[in-house]
């Protein structure tokens, strides 16, 4: 893991990778998730997300969406793809991920719980990585939910 406010030799600050653990590495991303979504009041959102009969928290649900927008997997279904086979998604979406019907309808309905969550993400990295990190959390927020809707959009077409 790296050091608290460590870029790695030769990243361009400026640039946003697709991928943040390119920048801050597996568990300090998950750290920085968690701290994001446990960091805000979540006024109206239910305990829990119930569909098909199955029953999800929402808080779980939250942190999952935030943690794949930020890793750059904005498809639901891969989303569930990456739960069934990689330990880091696996543990976020204890106790079972949802399929990829209920993070779309999630994302609906909580959407700005969804973007809320992803701008307090974008401005704890900011400031744990200093300045002149300067990054736009509100719009990278926005642009990565906007990137979620357009690849289910794409894929629904298909």
Do not use: K
């Not at 959102?45 to 939250?62: D, F, K, N, S, T």
């Not at 204890?94 to 993070?103: D, E, F, N, S, Y």
């Amino acid at each position: 893991m790296m050091e608290s406010g460590v870029m790695p030799e030769g990243v361009d600050r400026r640039e946003i990778p697709v991928d943040l653990v390119d920048w801050v590495g597996t568990e300090r991303l998950i750290h920085h998730v968690l701290e994001a979504v446990q960091g805000g009041v979540m006024p109206g959102i239910e305990v829990q997300y119930v569909a098909g009969g199955e029953r999800y928290p929402c808080p779980m649900i939250l942190t999952l969406l935030v943690y794949a927008y930020a890793r750059g997997t904005y498809e639901s279904s891969e989303i569930e793809s990456r739960c069934l086979s990689e330990t880091d998604f696996q543990y976020l979406a204890t106790p079972g991920c949802p399929g990829p019907q209920v993070l779309r309808m999630f994302r609906r309905r909580e959407r700005s719980q969804v973007r809320a969550a992803l701008a307090r993400l974008f401005q704890g990295l900011g400031g744990s990585l200093g300045d002149p990190w300067a990054i736009d959390a509100e719009d990278e927020a926005l642009r990565r939910l906007e990137a979620a809707v357009a690849a289910d959009n794409l894929a629904l077409d298909y």
